[in-house]
């Protein structure tokens, strides 16, 4: 199975439902559609209108974030797991570099892991190396020590996406090499498979993703879909990546 995500970040208000319902469109004609599933992850305030609305169809939605704490608590402007399931969210991004940045350190991010699979969210745990840590050819401890560091065994894999997102990729239009991103992609699963014995989680890649430049990262059979950022604003930039994927 493969993953097409797409987060709208800062973006969206309820009549962008339109974007929706085109990929939903798309999906169900979809000659391959038993091949991948569709999440979106609206802002928070747009979770609970496109759940009930996406409910029965294809595509599902998730969240951008969740807080670290289970249920309710006294910190304002904090939205707990519990609260985005009770409004029909059935994924979270977890560990976004937009979020890292802004503070959510891997002690934040473990509760996160924690509650979110607690409160029956699929989790999407985002990680990636910036770019000096890329220049001195760190990447692959960064991404190794920022999975050790969150990920227990004890979590249910089944539950968890791992996304790798260079840092330095992200809405810039620079991507990896293929060599480079086939080394990195089985380097996450040789941790992964250290962290959960046997299987690892499914891991995608995000980062400047679009329709053209996904025919090159579809011939590397390691990636099991996409973080997509930019072009999942625009149904058919996002169209073009699903149908390029395929051709
Ligand atoms: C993202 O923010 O998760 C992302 C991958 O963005 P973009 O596709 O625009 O690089």
Same mark, same amino acid.
């Given at each position: 199975m493969?993953?097409?995500?797409?987060?709208?970040?800062?973006?969206?208000?309820?009549?962008s439902?339109? &974007?929706?319902?085109?990929?939903?469109?798309?999906y !169900?004609?979809?000659?391959? /559609?038993?091949?991948?599933?569709?999440?979106? *992850?609206?802002?928070?305030?747009? &979770?609970?209108?496109?759940?009930?609305?996406?409910k029965?169809? !294809?595509?599902?939605?998730?969240?951008?974030n969740?807080?670290? $704490?289970?249920?309710?608590? %006294?910190?304002?402007?904090?939205?707990s797991?519990?609260?985005? =399931?009770?409004?029909?969210?059935?994924?979270?991004?977890?560990?976004? %570099?937009?979020?890292?940045?802004?503070?959510d350190?891997?002690?934040?991010?473990?509760?996160k892991? =924690?509650?979110?699979?607690?409160n029956?969210?699929?989790?999407?745990?985002c990680?990636?190396?910036?770019? *000096?840590?890329k220049?001195?050819? $760190?990447?692959?401890n960064?991404?190794? /020590?920022? +999975?050790?560091?969150?990920?227990?065994k004890?979590?249910?894999?089944?539950?968890?996406?791992?996304?790798?997102?260079p840092?330095? %990729? &992200?809405? *810039? @239009?620079?991507?990896? #090499?293929?060599?480079?991103?086939?080394?990195? #992609?089985?380097? &996450?699963?040789?941790? +992964?498979? @250290?962290?959960? $014995?046997?299987? !690892?989680p499914?891991?995608l890649?995000? @980062?400047?993703?679009?329709? %053209?430049?996904?025919?090159?990262?579809?011939?590397?059979?390691?990636?099991d879909?996409? +973080?997509?950022?930019?072009?999942?604003?625009?149904?058919?930039?996002?169209?073009?990546?699903?149908?390029?994927?395929?051709?």
């Amino acid at each position: 199975m493969k993953y097409f995500i797409g987060n709208w970040k800062m973006f969206g208000v309820p009549k962008s439902v339109n &974007i929706l319902n085109k990929i939903n469109l798309f999906y !169900s004609e979809d000659k391959n /559609r038993n091949k991948y599933r569709v999440i979106i *992850t609206p802002p928070f305030t747009l &979770i609970e209108s496109y759940s009930k609305y996406f409910k029965n169809k !294809s595509i599902s939605i998730g969240a951008q974030n969740c807080y670290q $704490k289970d249920q309710f608590s %006294s910190n304002t402007a904090a939205i707990s797991s519990y609260m985005l =399931r009770s409004v029909g969210a059935k994924y979270t991004l977890i560990g976004h %570099s937009d979020n890292r940045s802004e503070g959510d350190n891997d002690t934040m991010l473990k509760d996160k892991v =924690r509650y979110a699979l607690k409160n029956n969210l699929k989790v999407v745990f985002c990680i990636g190396e910036n770019k *000096t840590e890329k220049k001195n050819k $760190k990447t692959l401890n960064v991404l190794k /020590r920022q +999975l050790m560091k969150v990920l227990e065994k004890k979590f249910n894999k089944k539950n968890i996406i791992v996304a790798y997102e260079p840092i330095w %990729s &992200i809405g *810039t @239009g620079q991507i990896p #090499t293929a060599n480079e991103l086939q080394k990195t #992609t089985i380097h &996450i699963k040789k941790v +992964l498979k @250290g962290i959960f $014995k046997k299987n !690892s989680p499914a891991v995608l890649y995000g @980062g400047s993703v679009d329709g %053209s430049n996904v025919k090159m990262f579809k011939e590397i059979k390691e990636i099991d879909g996409f +973080l997509i950022g930019g072009a999942s604003k625009t149904s058919k930039k996002f169209i073009d990546i699903i149908k390029n994927y395929y051709r």
